[in-house]
Structure formats: structure tokens, C-alpha cells
């Protein structure tokens, strides 16, 4: 079972300078017309076959457009061997929908 964290809490982790890492998983026009501050790239398509590829932190955020694709993708995450057993792998539950804040942007 995939946890949820609520985008408030994603929100104060951001603002607080947590160590948190945020995944999104939209295509990268998406990610490019706004993204979560300090999110990180990682369409859904090409996640397993880059899931190896990435230094997990402890603490890891999936993003997407409503909170379902992500508990999937928090699921491949949570289940990959350079991911410890003990390292928090959740799903911004409501995904963009529910992210009332603003948005960091790369245009």
C-alpha cells in the first residue's frame, strides 16, 4: 500500500527546506508550464526503464496530474532495490488538481 501525503504537506515541507524529493510524472510540456518548487522530471513512460538510473532520497514525493498514476509510479519506486525499506515513498494525494499554490515554471 502506497501512503498519501497531502499537497498542504508537501507544500510546508517545500517552503520549510526539507529534504524532500518530489518526482513528477507528467510529460514535459506539463512539467515545463509549472511544476511543483524543486520538483524533477520523470514522465511515467520512462520511469522503469530509468528507475536505477536515479539517487532515491529518503524521503520521496510522486506528482501527478490527480494522484492516481503517482501511486503507481510511488509503488515502482517503494519497490526498487536501491530504495531502503525504512525511506518514505508517498503519492501527493489529489496530484495538480488539488495544489492550490503556485507553481515554479521553466518558461
Not at 8 to 35: L, S, T
Not at 44 to 59: A, F, H, K, N, T
Not at 93 to 99: E, K, N, P, S, V
Request: proline share 5%.
Amino acid at each position: 500500500m502506497v501512503e498519501e501525503i497531502t499537497t498542504e504537506d508537501v507544500k510546508a515541507k517545500v517552503d520549510a527546506g526539507e529534504d524532500v524529493q518530489i518526482i513528477d510524472i507528467r510529460d514535459p510540456d506539463q512539467f515545463a508550464a509549472g511544476h511543483v518548487p524543486g520538483a524533477v522530471n520523470v514522465p511515467m513512460s520512462e520511469l522503469p526503464s530509468r528507475v536505477d538510473e536515479i539517487e532515491w532520497g529518503d524521503d520521496v514525493v510522486v506528482a501527478c496530474p490527480i494522484g492516481q498514476s503517482s501511486v503507481q509510479a510511488a509503488r515502482l519506486i517503494g519497490s526498487y532495490e536501491g530504495v531502503e525499506d525504512d525511506d518514505a515513498v508517498r503519492s501527493m494525494a489529489g496530484g495538480y488538481d488539488a495544489w492550490e499554490y503556485e507553481l515554479e515554471s521553466d518558461e
